[in-house]
């Protein structure tokens, strides 16, 4: 993916695409991780809209969001619900997988960690408002083949959309590709300072996490664009940008989603 440098970006007058028709922009969703931050007005949320608002404007200028709340914390129906009613039909919720069955249990014996992630959000699956589940791992994690073969034969009943985000390089083989693609699962292509995954395709989505500090330049965006317009052709696509106390990812995930949607005007 491409790299650094930051754009002025301005955010586009409100618009509601809530409900926005069924057609190629549908097959790509972008956000970024979290949307709950103060700190992001003026320049993303205006001044005069209170936090509990926050996520309803927020889907007026994004389409899915990346959950960081389920890393903690199992969300309640309620919640759920609540966030659902705020956003509309065409929007996709995508959810950071506990970190109990991540860190903790490290994929090992994960099964009723799972069955309870998968019961939680059945709300949202249901709804067909889903996005993916990411599973990320700590960086001192190295690869476990088989750990991850029986993790994902024993997740299989859950019927979850996994993408997995490896943090240590040693799980950028093809061994770890095969067991991938032989459940459907994601390789989750993450762009960092220290580390980027290859941009393969293992399952019949995609996901991107855009987390390179300090924004993207116009062009780069541009071949962001043209990147996830390309891998849109095999699947749905899912594209978060970093979550930081400037409103820069918000902004770049704003322009990136305008120039996708101008295409396809």
Known sequence: MPGKKAVSTEVPPVRDDRAAPEDSRERIFVGTSGWAYSSWKPEFYPREIPQKKFLEYYATQLNSVEVNYTFRQLPSAAMLDGWMASTGAGFRFSFKAPQRITHILRLRDCGDAVAALAQALAPVASAGRMGVVLFQLPPNFKVDSPRLDAFLED??????????????????CEEVYGVLRSHGAALCVAESEDLETPDLVTAPFLCYRLRKSGGYSAAQLNAIKDNLVSRSSGGEVFAYFKHEDEPTGALCAVAALTLLRQRSA
């Open 155 to 172: 997740a299989k009943a859950c019927r979850l959309r996994m993408a997995f985000e490896f943090r240590h390089s040693s799980w950028f």
